[in-house]
Structures are given as structure tokens and as C-alpha cells.
């Protein structure tokens, strides 16, 4: 488990370490830097992978993702719960960041990473799969091979814990539609390969998806990657906006959900903007004794210099913060005020 990431000189963060629990939430005001965070752990994923270019595709070059007050390399690190640091500096002036060196690549055990974008997929008459061999159990950061990544993993047995009252069995495929259920009761969710044209997709009570709501399908990605994460060895699950598209039930339910992989032991990271989903992780933290000590909260705002800073209250075992920062999920009380 990673359980530190370090930015130096990247985009809004000048020289910070924050630390990562099992489940760690970030959240804040918009462009505050809670999305550099995942981006800085998807760079350290190339890197390990000791790939050409470390540098994500529509960020731009070195020059564009530093710092304005960093003149120097840009420097970002990962800690494991060992306390082995994997580290990889990224030279300036270099425009496809081919040059860039690393600490401890070999020695440090780099997760899996399962990452659900905010751009994921929403409903499409269909998703195109993958046929490279060590792809094909994979799923792209949009949905891509969502459906063969369903079906890799579609007959395991998933942790009882994770077990949705209303699934039929116990095997992955089951507790999807018993996941699924929460977003839409009633509706029935299947779907279907053609390897012969690449494509998949999905039917939901026999309509296409083009033609039931979108919540379906965005919250479709984000429930298979969050049970197919519990059964991958040191996966680290990476969701961007859970929330998309789902009602306020729905999304204290994906709350639950990412709160009990949390605690069978998969690393989650979201961020999100949703008090739904981060009251959903309050009351996972009060019915689960112990498990707040494994969460860990972030929120973010720019500073005067355009800088992140950072305060990240703790979770009690009552559901409830040691404090409350500013704009922190504040809004309903600030509006219900202004009814009074």
C-alpha cells in the first residue's frame, strides 16, 4: 500500500507530502490541485513501467506541468507502509519527458492501478475492447474493454463482506447487478462481446443504454472496477467524481461500497465533490468500528500565489471530524440559514 506521495515543483504544489490511507478522499474547490494528486500517481505508474514518456497524454510538457516558482526538476515520490520511497525526477527543458531518472524501481512494489476517469463513458451503443493479451483484463481510464473486464473476472468469488443483499450468488457478476440495484431498482443489467468487430455493450432491461439514464452507465465503471479491485493482489483504485450522474441515495450507497473495499483491504482513492458520498464514509466509519483510523481526508484550496494548500482533518470513530475546515461540505448549512 502506498501510504505517502510527495510533489515537488508540480503544477500547484511547490513542496508537500500527504499522506494516503487505505481510503482517502480529496476534495475542495475547483483547480485546487485534488486531481494532480492522481495524475502525480499515474506519472509514478509510467515511470516504474520505465516507459519512454512518463508525461499523460493532453497535459502538455515539463514546462506546462511546473511550478512557476520551481525552477529545478520536478520530483515526485511514493512511500510504501514499509517505508521504501520510489521517487522519479523529471528533467526541465525536455519536451516529451523522456529524460527523467528514478530511486528504488526495481526494489519498490508498485500497485495496480484501476483508474476511473470524471470522463469515463456514459451511455454508448457500444464500448470497444481491448485484444492485446495483457490488456485485455485491464480498463481504460474512460470505460474502454469495461465489458471484458467484467467478464475476466465475472465467476470469482468476491469477499462476503462485499456481498449485496439483493445479489443472487456470490460471484462477481451477481453483486454488479446487486451493486447496480441501488443506482435503478428493478432494472435488469447484461451485456455482450463481439470480438469480431472489437466492440461490447450493454443492455439494461433488454433497452440499450442510449436509452435508459446516464447515472447506469457512469456508475457502471465505477462499481466493476471497485469489486474487481478486491480481487487484484496490491491494487490501488483510482476514481475521479463517483457521484456522476446518481441520486443523493445512490451515491451514500457507491459511499458504502468504497468504504467496504476499503476495509477487505483495497486502496481507494477518490475525489470527489459530493457531501452525499463523503457523509456515506461518515456513517461506514461509525457502523465499522476501527476503520476511521484507515481513512484519510484532504481538502484543497489555491493560496494568493495560485499555490495548493492542504488541511486534512481526522475521521473519528463517531463519523465525525476533529475539525471542520472552512467550505468543507458547508454549503447546505450556509443555504438552509439564508430559508430561516
Known amino acids: 500500500m502506498i501510504s505517502e506521495v510527495s510533489l515537488i515543483g508540480f503544477k500547484s504544489f511547490l513542496n508537500r507530502k500527504l499522506k494516503l ?4 478522499v480529496l476534495t475542495g474547490l475547483n483547480s485546487s490541485g485534488k486531481s494532480s494528486i492522481i495524475q502525480a500517481l499515474l506519472i509514478l505508474e509510467k515511470a516504474k513501467r520505465n516507459e519512454n514518456s512518463i508525461l499523460l497524454d493532453g497535459h502538455g510538457s515539463v514546462e506546462e506541468i511546473r511550478n512557476t516558482y520551481h525552477n529545478k526538476e520536478i520530483q515526485l515520490g511514493v512511500t510504501d507502509e514499509f517505508g521504501l520511497e520510489f521517487t522519479t525526477d523529471i528533467a526541465i527543458g525536455n519536451i516529451e519527458g523522456q529524460t527523467y531518472a528514478c530511486k528504488n524501481r526495481e526494489e519498490f512494489k508498485y500497485p495496480e492501478i484501476i483508474y476511473i476517469s470524471a470522463n469515463r463513458f456514459g451511455p454508448k451503443t457500444s464500448v470497444p475492447i ?6 485485455r483484463n485491464r480498463i481504460g481510464a474512460n ?5 471484458q473486464f467484467i467478464k475476466s473476472f465475472e465467476d470469482k468469488t468476491i469477499d462476503e463482506r462485499l456481498k449485496h443483499p439483493k445479489s443472487e450468488g456470490e460471484t462477481l457478476e451477481y453483486n454488479i447487478r446487486g451493486w447496480m440495484s441501488v443506482i435503478s431498482p428493478n432494472v435488469k443489467f447484461r ?3 463481439d470480438k469480431n468487430s472489437d466492440t461490447s455493450y450493454s443492455m439494461f432491461n433488454e433497452h440499450r443504454a442510449t436509452n435508459v439514464g446516464f447515472g447506469l452507465s457512469y456508475s457502471l465503471s465505477v462499481i466493476a472496477s471497485l469489486l474487481i479491485g478486491t480481487l487484484i493482489p496490491n491494487s490501488l483504485v483510482l476514481i475521479e467524481n463517483p457521484e456522476a450522474h446518481l441520486h443523493p441515495k445512490g451515491q451514500t450507497e457507491i459511499a458504502n461500497l468504497i468504504s467496504l473495499c476499503a476495509m477487505v483491504g483495497t486502496q481507494v482513492i477518490i475525489e470527489t465533490h459530493s457531501d452525499h458520498i463523503f457523509d456515506g464514509i461518515r456513517i461506514a466509519a461509525k457502523n465499522s468500528n476501527g476503520f476511521a483510523k484507515n481513512v484519510q481526508i484532504h481538502w484543497f484550496e489555491l493560496n494568493d500565489k495560485q499555490n495548493s494548500e492542504v488541511a486534512s482533518p481526522e475521521l473519528n470513530d463517531d463519523g465525525r471530524l476533529n475539525k471542520w475546515p472552512k467550505g468543507l461540505f458547508d454549503e447546505f448549512e450556509i443555504n438552509a440559514s439564508k430559508l430561516l
Open 21 to 24: 490511507g487505505q481510503l482517502t
Open 130 to 135: 481491448y485484444n492485446d493479451s495483457f490488456k
Open 143 to 147: 470505460g474502454e474493454n469495461l465489458f
Open 191 to 193: 451485456y455482450e462481446i
